[in-house]
């Protein structure tokens, strides 16, 4: 099974090996990022704003930290956002933090199939193939030399 880049390539190699058609899942993985990151800032200085932040369970509502769960949300959409951009840019810091974050949410979803037992099982594929992009074809988006 051959990809995109069967090796690395000296700096002077010459042409760069064409682009596969998974640029298109990785265009997706990024814009997911820059997508979902944005929102997650908007929720933590939503949350800052309130001051106040509750977490619903069947048996009752849990009162939360607000700053704690502000700011977390704000770093982990900045985080996000940072590695969209860079996914975008085929940078490699990027690839591995898109993982990272992909398979934590892959996890987090694993966790909710009892609840959405559908709409989780979507996800999961989804990131799987996001996982996959990002892990085999992460540098087709770079720009040829």
Same mark, same amino acid.
């Given at each position: 099974?051959?990809?995109?880049?069967?090796?690395?390539?000296p700096?002077?190699?010459?042409?760069?090996?064409?682009?596969?058609?998974?640029?298109?899942?990785?265009? /997706?993985? *990024?814009?997911?990022?820059?997508?979902?990151?944005? /929102?997650?800032?908007? #929720?933590?200085?939503?949350?800052l704003?309130?001051?106040?932040?509750? @977490?619903? %369970?069947?048996?009752?509502?849990?009162?939360?930290?607000?700053?704690?769960?502000?700011?977390?949300?704000? !770093?982990?959409?900045?985080?996000?956002? *940072?590695?969209? !951009?860079?996914? /975008? %840019?085929?940078?490699? &810091? *990027?690839?591995?933090?898109?993982? !990272? !974050?992909?398979?934590?949410?892959? @996890?987090?979803?694993?966790?909710?199939?009892?609840?959405?037992?559908? &709409?989780?099982?979507? @996800?999961?594929?989804? #990131?799987?193939?996001?996982?996959?992009? @990002?892990?085999?074809?992460?540098?087709?988006?770079?720009?040829?030399?």
């Amino acid at each position: 099974m051959q990809s995109s880049y069967a090796a690395e390539r000296p700096a002077d190699a010459g042409t760069a090996p064409p682009m596969t058609s998974w640029v298109g899942v990785l265009s /997706f993985a *990024a814009i997911m990022m820059l997508v979902l990151g944005g /929102f997650q800032i908007l #929720e933590g200085v939503t949350t800052l704003a309130h001051q106040e932040a509750f @977490l619903s %369970l069947a048996n009752g509502v849990v009162e939360l930290d607000y700053q704690t769960w502000g700011w977390s949300h704000v !770093i982990l959409g900045t985080v996000t956002v *940072a590695t969209g !951009i860079g996914v /975008f %840019l085929g940078q490699t &810091w *990027a690839r591995v933090v898109g993982v !990272i !974050i992909t398979a934590g949410a892959a @996890l987090t979803h694993f966790s909710f199939l009892a609840v959405a037992p559908l &709409w989780c099982s979507i @996800l999961i594929c989804v #990131e799987v193939v996001v996982i996959y992009a @990002l892990a085999v074809h992460g540098r087709d988006v770079r720009s040829k030399p």
